[in-house]
């Protein structure tokens, strides 16, 4: 949406639970306090983050939109409910077991890059799915 990405000052690289979520953007916060959205690369660190920005005193969605990745339960559970992407989780483990075996068998080590479906659960943690961007908007990314 033509919205400039700052990875500098947007981007908190972080590791995959609720505490490391919630010091990630605690972090983030303390640099960029101004952002609007952030997504983070999995529902467990967004969960850590969604205590994180009430912390700091913002509301999800009225002030951050968040949004996390993997669709697990208890997304659906917090309070706001947690806008997520959520991928066939069987299909990718059957692709990932299917690129092993054959690079096992083969003996050659292959990058490989597959694309499997995914579906935008929306829910309550972002406040509008717009199709444009306001000017001006700084999102955060978390991983």
């Given at each position: 949406h033509g919205a400039a990405f700052d990875a500098e000052r947007c981007y908190e690289p972080c590791r995959f639970s609720?505490?490391?979520?919630?010091?990630?953007?605690?972090?983030?916060?303390?640099?960029?306090?101004?952002?609007?959205?952030?997504?983070?690369?999995?529902?467990?660190?967004?969960l850590g983050a969604l205590r994180a920005i009430s912390d700091r005193g913002f509301r999800v969605p009225v002030d951050i939109s968040l949004v996390g990745f993997d669709g697990v339960d208890v997304s659906q559970y917090c309070v706001p409910r947690l806008t997520t992407?959520?991928?066939?989780?069987?299909?990718?483990?059957?692709?990932?077991?299917?690129?092993l075996l054959a690079a096992a068998c083969d003996g050659e080590r292959a990058d490989v890059h597959e694309v499997v479906p995914f579906r935008l659960l929306r829910r309550e943690s972002v406040?509008?799915?717009?199709?444009?961007?306001?000017?001006?908007?700084?999102?955060?990314?978390?991983?």
């Open positions: 609720m505490g490391e979520g919630y010091q990630a953007a605690m972090r983030l916060l303390e640099r960029a306090d101004d952002l609007t959205a952030i997504f983070a690369f999995g529902d467990v660190i967004a992407v959520r991928q066939d989780t069987g299909l990718l483990a059957r692709k990932g077991v299917g690129a406040l509008s799915l717009a199709p444009a961007a306001p000017r001006g908007v700084r999102q955060g990314v978390m991983s």
